[in-house]
């Protein structure tokens, strides 16, 4: 390979994904001093456009199969809705081949089949766990009141808090650009905070599991390594880390930080800037956006005086107010910036779930 680049009035173009890039070329001097880095820009929407829709014109000859115009606005909001770890146009030609591969395959002697949404709508289905009546627009609204009611037995309170804010999950009335919803569930030990998260996955989750990380065995600065992966050059870099990982595999996971309060500060930043603006990057240089999933925060930290405020029907606000400055003192004990506290919002503080 040295002997060819070194011909001279040689040009070599090399194609490569920005991950790959990060991976196996950004430290590479030798590498970075023969080529030079061009990054080619995402297509604009009206060229995304008018390349699909010359893709289209060779599987309608191809599969003999008829394609609509109309179909390729709404395929590419689809895709860019429900399919986020991959990119344009790859995703959208990828989905209508597969689309037309299936209606040809379906009826190979017949009349040309005339594509339709359903059609690009059940391939995005098949790839993303989703349901076709839910990328479609056409779920039924769901009692999750009652489903909870029915899993989580003995606490009203915290199953009615957690059914609204899937309820407004599921109308799209939350926030933009930040998780579906950040719930904190405090209490003691079976108390049921477990099986309530649970349940929501299971509600909410097209794999219905819920990811669950003991935060417990992130006690080391360094541990933070498990959710973001280790710097290049160190064993098990190429592997990445486990949150990106969980959030490209499903943009609607459910994830459970089990027992908050026992990892360092140094082990939340990550959460910092996924809570505030919705993704996280990491070592590999890969994105994930955490804007459709759910994150329940669990903590033991002064659960006996919860128990105990609630015993004395105090509201909710001061019963917050008490866990907020307990969970302060555990972040101070180990470190001098609490800054546990610090990421959340005054409405996630509003959205806190209790099990008691």
Not at 73 to 101: I, K
Not at 229 to 239: K, M, R
């Amino acid at each position: 390979m040295g002997s060819i680049m070194a011909r001279p009035g040689l040009s070599l173009f090399a194609t490569i994904e920005v991950a790959d890039f990060n991976e196996q070329i950004a430290n590479d001097a030798t590498m970075l001093d023969t080529f030079e880095r061009v990054v080619a820009p995402q297509f604009p929407d009206e060229e995304l456009v008018c390349l699909i829709k010359g893709y289209c014109e060779f599987l309608s000859e191809s599969r003999r199969v008829q394609f609509s115009e109309s179909l390729i606005r709404p395929t590419l909001t689809m895709t860019s809705t429900f399919l986020l770890s991959e990119v344009e146009p790859t995703r959208s030609l990828r989905v209508l081949e597969l689309a037309a591969d299936r209606a040809h395959f379906a009826s190979p002697d017949k009349d040309m089949h005339v594509l339709s949404l359903a059609d690009v709508a059940a391939v995005v289905a098949r790839r993303s766990g989703i349901s076709t009546e839910t990328i479609l627009g056409q779920s039924r609204r769901r009692d999750f009141s009652t489903a909870l009611e029915s899993a989580v037995v003995g606490q009203p309170e915290a199953v009615r808090e957690a059914a609204i804010e899937l309820e407004l999950i599921a109308a799209g009335l939350n926030e933009p650009n930040k998780p579906a919803t950040v719930l904190m569930f405090a209490g003691m030990t079976g108390v049921g905070k477990t099986e309530l998260a649970r349940q929501i996955a299971r509600l909410y989750s097209p794999s219905g599991r819920l990811k669950v990380y003991a935060m417990g065995n992130f006690t080391e600065p360094h541990s933070v390594s498990g959710l973001i992966g280790v710097p290049p050059g160190y064993l098990g870099h190429e592997d990445g880390g486990r949150l990106v990982n969980d959030l490209l595999a499903d943009p609607y996971s459910v994830i459970m930080l089990d027992e908050a309060e026992k990892c360092p500060p140094n082990v939340w930043k990550p959460f910092l800037n996924l809570f505030d603006e919705g993704w996280i990057i990491d070592q590999r240089g890969r994105k994930a956006w955490g804007d459709r999933a759910i994150f329940i925060l669990t903590t033991n930290a002064g659960d006996r005086r919860i128990a105990q405020l609630q015993k004395s029907d105090k509201s909710p606000t001061e019963i917050a107010d008490h866990v907020r400055k307990t969970l302060s003192r555990v972040r101070h004990e180990r470190s001098s910036q609490p800054v546990f506290l610090h990421s959340f919002s005054p409405e996630f503080a509003a959205s806190s779930l209790f099990a008691h």
